[in-house]
């Protein structure tokens, strides 16, 4: 699996967009860009994913460089409930659905109300 | 969206005592289901990889024996803890492959005393 790059943690105050950061210098040309986001003792959970164009869904947006080789997570309002760790994760579009997900370290995000 | 069922959610144990936790998928089939464990304050780590009708793969370093993995069916995996010790206390999470990406159990707090 290509490697991602992450800051160890970030803050941000309630109701403020927070942008999470990923480098990727090494994606290759048939990489997924993955995000999921862990709570305190839970299960992660799927938040966005894309590969060249940038994504919105209910829960956030990623944008994606034009180079690919960094992309950005953002959370138009953070609210309390976003404080957790954030996860940028490649995946290879050819890979079979059993192909497994390999964690780096995350972003833990601290939310401040 | 895709589910998956993780249960007990934190169980307490003696040592020497084996432990089972289930995973099921509730409204997908899958067919293959991955098994990760977490210590506090770091990231998930695989330690197998399931697959419904054959034996499961280990990582390096996973003791097969000792952590039994079984996919009976298209909904339900299951890993036993055996000859629980106290290293053994762990977060312990189960994912399986969905149409986005992968769906996450809820994970299971295991302590063994």
Redo the contacts between chains.
């Keep these: 699996d290509a490697k991602t790059t992450q800051p160890n943690s970030m803050e941000s105050n309630e109701e403020e967009p927070v942008h999470l950061p990923c480098n990727h210098s090494t994606i290759s040309g048939t990489d997924y860009i ?1 995000w ?1 986001r ?1 709570l305190p ?6 938040v966005i ?1 894309g590969l060249t164009s940038n994504v919105n869904n209910r829960m956030a947006s990623l944008a994606i460089a034009e180079d690919r080789k960094s992309s950005t997570l953002i959370l138009h309002r953070a609210t309390l409930r976003d404080a957790a760790v954030y ?1 940028c994760i490649l ?1 290879d579009v050819g890979e079979t ?2 192909s ?7 972003t833990q995000l601290t939310v401040n109300p | 969206g895709a589910v998956v069922s993780q249960h007990p959610s934190r169980v307490i144990c003696k040592s020497g005592t084996s432990v089972k936790i289930e995973c099921r998928s509730l409204d997908f089939q899958a067919t293959t289901m991955f098994w990760y464990r977490q210590f506090p304050k770091k990231s998930l780590m695989l330690m197998a990889t399931s697959n419904e009708g054959s034996k499961a793969t280990y990582e390096q370093g996973v003791e097969k024996d000792k952590f039994l993995i079984n996919h009976a069916s298209l909904t339900l995996s299951t890993l036993t803890v055996t000859s629980a010790h106290p290293e053994d206390s762990s977060f312990y999470i189960c994912s399986a492959p969905d149409n986005y990406g992968y769906t996450f159990g809820s994970g299971t707090r295991l302590t063994v005393v």
């Design positions: 993955h999921y862990q003792s839970q299960g992660p959970e799927y994913h996860y995946r659905s059993g497994r997900l390999t964690f780096g370290e995350g």
